[in-house]
């Protein structure tokens, strides 16, 4: 991160993690390890974030969601990141980011590799995403639309689960089958949070009409 000019780490729930060997290891970035935001959750570390890109590895393309390279990538940070907060998600070394955690990224990216030999280790794959970026120039204007954050979508995601559930329309069984789908097609779109608001809104009028229909009032 400090050989490619990126500043803000955030961790999450990373156990004895300060310890002298991480500072022999940080040398001249120890300031930057020192300045590091510590979560218990990635729903907390995501909190106020706008644009959230998961990491992803060769074993899981098969996922529906498109996945951008990192070229990709770094000209979408080039598109939001003068004006917006944008978050690059790692996951753990050894499993990666859970299908759950890849669900709730807008976008995902992978590292192209040799099919025989995929695997890369955190470091590497922090340094070849990082050294896009860098490449990619400085980031350009995307224009005064605010985007919603990350606790704004959340929220919007879980009053339509609570509302498609009740009127029958997810299956109570497996209701994340249908949601991811939800998922991607509204990740894909730049929401505001007057998109946000709106959204959330329809849910709690159809709510509303569902409730009265079970009362057996006219709506």
């Not at 959230?52 to 899981?60: C, D, F, L, N």
Request: glycine share 6%.
């Amino acid at each position: 991160m400090k050989n490619m000019g990126l500043q803000h780490l955030k961790l999450v729930s990373p156990g004895e993690w300060f310890n002298e060997q991480c500072r022999r290891m940080a040398g001249k970035a120890i300031e930057l390890v020192q300045s590091a935001q510590i979560y218990s959750s990635l729903d907390e570390a995501l909190t106020g974030e706008n644009v959230v890109i998961g990491t992803t590895s060769a074993r899981k393309r098969k996922a529906k969601q498109r996945i951008h390279t990192p070229r990709e990538i770094a000209e979408l940070l080039r598109k939001y990141g003068k004006s917006h907060r944008v978050a690059l998600v790692f996951g753990p070394e050894r499993s990666g980011l859970t299908d759950l955690q890849l669900a709730r990224c807008q976008h995902l990216v992978s590292i192209p590799s040799n099919l025989e030999h995929p695997v890369l280790n955190l470091s590497q794959a922090v340094l070849v995403l990082a050294y896009e970026i860098l490449s990619s120039g400085p980031t350009k204007s995307r224009g005064s639309l605010p985007l919603a954050s990350d606790e704004e979508r959340e929220q919007m995601f879980s009053d339509m689960q609570r509302v498609l559930l009740e009127i029958g329309f997810l299956n109570p069984r497996n209701p994340s089958h249908i949601m991811r789908s939800i998922r991607r097609f509204l990740g894909r779109a730049d929401l505001t949070p007057r998109d946000v608001q709106i959204l959330r809104g329809i849910m709690t009028q159809m709510e509303w009409y569902a409730s009265e229909r079970a009362a057996g009032r006219p709506a």
